[in-house]
């Protein structure tokens, strides 16, 4: 009989391939709706990014097993910040459906509100991740790769401080290519990290 040891599951991978994946549409979305001559529903755009950020949520939860040995509190933060960040995303994703179908609402003070506290949601379940990856040598590519998006919001953030949100939220028509970079990196360097798990687990006779 064999005792075989259990590997790390791919599907924090999975998720953040599918977040580089739908952010990119996104991004192509949003080119297409600014230089097109049509006039594109923000749907178009919306759905992609809604399932794209949803993904990267999933995916930094799922990380959480990775993780949880190297840095305890990060990864109890981390997680608690990603579940923060898809209970917003869920709401502004019902929001913005809503308004589409039943007329533009997602300039109100509420909308303002909900993308913010999705973006300090995201931006720390990212840092906190992001640091519990920095501490190991062969994780550090992946931490890199999560401070993108941290980088991405932080500016985002500074700048609708300062000049009003909504040119704040207007630098995801340059921002949101590089967050897709960087979950399609996230992505492969997570895989690549089971792959070796998987071949390096020994099957154990008993």
């Not at 924090?12 to 391939?17: E, G, M, N, V, Y």
């Not at 755009?45 to 990060?74: E, F, T, W």
């Not at 506290?117 to 992946?142: Q, Y």
């Amino acid at each position: 009989m064999q005792n075989v040891q259990h590997t790390p599951t791919s599907w924090d991978a999975r998720f953040f391939l599918i977040a580089g994946g739908f952010m990119l549409i996104n991004t192509l979305c949003l080119w297409a709706r600014h230089f097109s001559g049509y006039q594109l529903s923000i749907l178009w755009p919306a759905i992609p990014a809604i399932i794209g950020l949803a993904s990267s949520v999933l995916g930094l939860y799922k990380l959480h097993p990775r993780i949880v040995s190297r840095a305890p509190k990060l990864a109890k933060w981390g997680a608690g910040f990603a579940l923060a960040a898809l209970l917003a995303l869920s709401i502004g994703a019902c929001w913005v459906i809503a308004s589409a179908v039943l007329g533009d609402a997602t300039r109100g003070v509420g909308m303002q509100a909900l993308i913010g506290l999705f973006m300090v949601a995201m931006v720390g379940a990212f840092i906190c991740n992001a640091l519990a990856c920095l501490r190991d040598s062969a994780s550090r590519t992946l931490g890199v790769a999560l401070l993108v998006p941290v980088a991405c919001w932080g500016l985002m953030i500074v700048v609708g401080v300062i000049f009003g949100p909504e040119v704040g939220l207007a630098l995801d028509f340059y921002t949101n290519g590089l967050l897709g970079a960087a979950f399609l990196t996230a992505g492969i360097t997570l895989k690549g990290q089971t792959d070796k798990a998987a071949c390096d687990a020994p099957n154990v006779a008993t």
